[in-house]
T-cell receptor, first 116, second 117 residues
Framework: AQKITQTQPGMFVQEKEAVTLDCTYD???????LFWYKQPSSGEMIFLIYQGSYDEQNATEGRYSLNFQKARKSANLVISASQLGDSAMYFCAMREGNFGNEKLTFGTGTRLTIIP | GAGVSQSPRYKVAKRGQDVALRCDPISGHVSLFWYQQALGQGPEFLTYFQNEAQLDKSGLPSDRFFAERPEGSVSTLKIQRTQQEDSAVYLCASSLGLAGGPTDTQYFGPGTRLTVL
C-alpha cells in the first residue's frame, strides 16, 4: 500500500481563489510528521508547512494551512487567495516513528496551475 | 544565508561511466539526505548521514551507488558504471538534526539532473 497518496495529478484554479490539495497517508505509528513541499519548474523543493501527529491545532503559515483529520488519515493543504506564483508541483511527505527515523516518504505530487 | 547547493546542476554520462555528485549542506546542519526523483514522480530516499556517519543506506538501489561525507559537511554521491535507469534528478537535503527536535525540517538543494545515454 502507498504510504502517501495524492489523488489529484493536476489542478487548474482561477487566480485569487482558494485551493485544496488532497493528501492521505498510511502508517501504524502513533508518532509521525507530515510535510508539504512546493517544487517549481526550477526543481528545488521548498518547504511550506509541517503538522505533527500530536498537534491538536491545524498548522498555518501565511496563506498556507493544513486541514489535518487524524481519524481519516488526511492532511490536505489549503492555499488561500492563490497567486500566479503558486503554479508548481506540490508534494505531501511523511516522516514516521519516533525521532531518529529521519527519511521522508513522498507522494506522487499534484501539479497546480493558476489561471489569470 | 546560503541554502543547500549542489553541483553540477546537469550531468550527461555515457552508459558505463562513473559519476560523482556533490552536495554542500546549510552550514551547521548535522543531518544530510540524498533522494532520487524520477520524471513525474516524488523523491525517493536513498541514504542519510548524521555528521560523518551514514546511519541509513536502505534506499540505495544497488552496490553501484555509494555516498560519503568524510568530514561531516560536504557529501558526494557516486554512481559507478551508470545505466540508463539511473537517469533522474538527485536531490540533496540537510537539516539541523537533533537540535531541530521533532519538527526538524529538511531543506533541499536544486538537484542534479543526471542523464545517462
Amino acid at each position: 500500500a502507498q504510504k502517501i497518496t495524492q489523488t489529484q495529478p493536476g489542478m487548474f484554479v482561477q487566480e485569487k481563489e482558494a485551493v485544496t490539495l488532497d493528501c492521505t497517508y498510511d502508517t501504524s505509528d502513533q508518532s509521525y510528521g507530515l510535510f508539504w513541499y512546493k517544487q517549481p519548474s526550477s526543481g528545488e523543493m521548498i518547504f511550506l508547512i509541517y503538522q505533527g501527529s500530536y498537534d491538536e491545532q491545524n498548522a498555518t503559515e501565511g496563506r498556507y494551512s493544513l486541514n489535518f483529520q487524524k481519524a481519516r488519515k488526511s492532511a490536505n493543504l489549503v492555499i488561500s487567495a492563490s497567486q500566479l506564483g503558486d503554479s508548481a508541483m506540490y508534494f505531501c511527505a511523511m516522516r514516521e516513528g519516533n525521532f531518529g527515523n529521519e527519511k521522508l516518504t513522498f507522494g506522487t505530487g499534484t501539479r497546480l496551475t493558476i489561471i489569470p | 544565508g546560503a541554502g543547500v547547493s549542489q553541483s553540477p546542476r546537469y550531468k550527461v554520462a555515457k552508459r558505463g561511466q562513473d559519476v560523482a555528485l556533490r552536495c554542500d549542506p546549510i552550514s551547521g546542519h548535522v543531518s544530510l539526505f540524498w533522494y532520487q526523483q524520477a520524471l513525474g514522480q516524488g523523491p525517493e530516499f536513498l541514504t542519510y548521514f548524521q555528521n560523518e556517519a551514514q546511519l541509513d543506506k536502505s534506499g540505495l538501489p544497488s552496490d553501484r551507488f555509494f555516498a560519503e561525507r568524510p568530514e561531516g559537511s560536504v557529501s558526494t554521491l557516486k554512481i559507478q558504471r551508470t545505466q540508463q535507469e539511473d537517469s533522474a534528478v538527485y536531490l540533496c537535503a540537510s537539516s539541523l538534526g537533533l537540535a531541530g527536535g521533532p519538527t526538524d525540517t529538511q531543506y533541499f538543494g536544486p538537484g542534479t539532473r543526471l542523464t545517462v545515454l
